[in-house]
Structure formats: structure tokens, C-alpha cells
């Protein structure tokens, strides 16, 4: 039971509503406007395979405050919810409920590599209505089909960079999306300029647990955490603590941040990170 807990936790990284508090209806994303500020809130619910089986018994809610397109992203504060929810109606629903308010600008995810841009991006999109889209991918695609890694070897970093760049300023003209930024999307200022056209979402996610996910799947497709040798873990880790140094400050640029740590420890649950996973706590 601990272990599902846990990974369904892990699992899902919703963008929830304002109005979700005082009527717990389902996760999803709200915005209210006032004198200028724009104001998010965000749900961390329950897990994705709840998407299919739909019930989840423990009562689960989060919301983000953020701060206005110009102010640094603010933390998370708890609330909770009904004790048994069909995540897959609420989800629908909340979406209804909230699209209309998001004037179709694109929402777009930062974070580290392995944060869960790319795979809470697509579910968002589809609970939204949207079109997603992976930047990386569309890098590769504006580079005649080659893979991230190759750009990086053949080409080096900053080409990779320029593309990425223009990738976000086209997409910046674009609505009615959401896009899965690379990690390093936040060293450029210009990409700043063209993200903050729409809705920036930060998954701040610790680095135990984003090793843990990347040394699971492998780094081939991530060439600045690609190691011929060594343990995949101990390597990630490392490489991971010295870009997150380095670009800690450019993700609290976004509008919202979802932050796992501060979500697992609302909810009541003591981060376990050695191994990635969060259990609950005793007592
Ligand atoms: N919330 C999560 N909990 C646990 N594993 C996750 C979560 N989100 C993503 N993953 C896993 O982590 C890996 C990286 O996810 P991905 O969405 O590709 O991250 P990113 O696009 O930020 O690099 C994938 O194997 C994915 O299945
Ligand atoms: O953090 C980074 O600098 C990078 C992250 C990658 O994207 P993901 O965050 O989707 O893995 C990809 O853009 C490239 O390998 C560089």
C-alpha cells in the first residue's frame, strides 16, 4: 500500500483551480485576474492509472498560490478532498471549468530534466482540449530529424540553444497549447520574453528523485547527464546538483510552481529519497 502511495504521488502534478476550495469538484487550472496579477492555483491529486480505474479513496488536494507574470512563483498550501473522487470526472469537468478562462494562452512547463514536463504536459493538453507539444521534439524535427543527443555532439550546446530559442518563438505566436520545455529552456532571458506570452509552470521536483527516474530510464536521450561508465544514479545525481545551481533562480521565473517536496509534506507524508519514493509517515 506504502508503495502505491507513493508512486501514485509522484505520479500526478495537476494545475488546479481557486474554486476548487470551497467546491472540491476536480484538479485542474484557474485563473483569476486582479489589477493586473494574474493568480493560479494548483492541485496535486492522486495518481494516473486513476485515469482508467477512477477511484481513489484518500483524501487529496493542494492548491499553489502563484504570483503575477512578474513576480517569482509562490509555494503550495493544502486543503482536502472528498474521501472518495472519480479522478477522470473531475478532471473533465474541471477543464470545462476552467478553459474558458485561460483565454487560450499556451501554458508553458519548466523544469529539470525528468521533472515530468513531457508526460504531465500531455495529460493536461488532453484534459484542456489542447495541442501539446515537447520542444526537443520540435528541435529535432527543425534539425532534419536528429535526436537531441546528435545536435549535441554534431553541433554543440549553443546550436541546440539557438534552435530551442526559435522553436519558442514561434510557438509564442501559437494558442491553445501546452508545451513541454527542455530543462535548460530557463538559462535564456529571450526565451523568457517569448514564454511569459502565456502561462509558465515550474515542477520543482527533488533531485533524489529525478536521478532516480532518469537513472530508470536511461541517459541516452539526455546528453548532459550521459555517462558511458559509473553508476547511472551517483552520475545523475551530480550532474543534476550542479545545473539545478545553476539554474534555480531562472525556474522561479515562472508564474506557478509546483513544488513534490512541499506537496508530500502537506499531504502528510515524510520524503523518503533515497530511493526516489515518498512513504508515509508514521504515526
Ligand atoms: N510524477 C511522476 N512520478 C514518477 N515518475 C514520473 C513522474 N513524471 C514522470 N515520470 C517518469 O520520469 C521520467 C521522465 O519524465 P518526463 O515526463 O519525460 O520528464 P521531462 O519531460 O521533464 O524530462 C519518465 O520515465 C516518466 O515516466
Ligand atoms: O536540461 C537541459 O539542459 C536539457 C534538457 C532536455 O530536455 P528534458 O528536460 O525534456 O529532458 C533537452 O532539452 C536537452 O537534453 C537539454
Known sequence: MEAKVSQSLQLSTWIDSEKIVRNPSGPLLFLRRCKGQQRLHMLVSCNLQSRKAATWRRPIALKVSCSSKN???????????????DEATILKNKSEEIEPYLSAQCIYIVGMMGSGKTTIGRILSEALGYSFFDSDKLIELAVGGTTVTEIFNLYG????????????????????????????????PINWKYMQKGISVWLDVPLEALAQRIAAVGTGSRPLLHHKSGDAYAKAFKCLSTLLEERGEAYANANARVSLENIAAKLGYKDNLANGKYNRKKG
Open 71 to 85: 513576480i517569482p512563483a509562490s509555494l503550495l498550501e493544502s486543503e482536502s478532498f472528498p474521501e472518495t473522487f
Open 157 to 188: 550546446e549553443s546550436f541546440f540553444r539557438d534552435n530551442e530559442t526559435e522553436v519558442l518563438h514561434k510557438l509564442s505566436s501559437m494558442h491553445r497549447l501546452v508545451v513541454s520545455t527542455g530543462g535548460g529552456a530557463v538559462i535564456r
